[in-house]
């Protein structure tokens, strides 16, 4: 059974970069079809979906965080990453690591995503 945990600091100062790690456990990204997403809600709304990578490497944003995301993976490891520049008050939010079979048709659905970790808490505060 595969299982996924995310890391990272719980605060961020507003202007700098936000990384969080998802470590993949009983699972490779490299399995076919897998892709491995990151995905926010931040308090009192909805689930928001921010990137993923392919098994294959290739890479997607959500539009809202394009311009200051990038999302890669470390096989050797069985980690992928999110980093997130200049970050917001807006940012805050619960972070989750997610998995899906194929492309999430509806990526804000939490029911596209067959594994997911815990989450982890960031705030963005001075």
């Known amino acids: 059974q595969m299982q996924l945990q995310e890391s990272g600091p719980g605060l961020v100062k507003p202007s700098q970069t936000l990384s969080l790690t998802c470590t993949v456990s009983?699972?490779?990204?490299?399995?076919?079809?897998?892709?491995w997403n990151w995905i926010r809600q931040p308090p009192g709304k909805a689930l928001e979906w921010i990137a993923y990578?392919?098994?294959?490497?290739?890479?997607n944003y959500s539009p809202s965080v394009e311009s200051r995301a990038s999302i890669s993976m470390d096989t050797s490891k069985n980690q992928f990453t999110l980093q997130l520049r200049s970050v917001t008050l807006e940012d805050t939010a619960v972070y989750y690591c997610?998995?899906?079979?194929?492309?999430?048709?509806?990526?804000?659905?939490?029911?596209?995503?067959?594994?997911w970790g815990q989450g982890t808490q960031v705030a963005i505060s001075s």
């Open positions: 997610a998995s899906s079979w194929g492309v999430a048709v509806e990526p804000n659905n939490p029911d596209e995503y067959d594994y």
């Open positions: 009983d699972g490779s990204l490299t399995a076919n079809y897998r892709y």
């Open positions: 990578i392919s098994y294959r490497g290739t890479t």
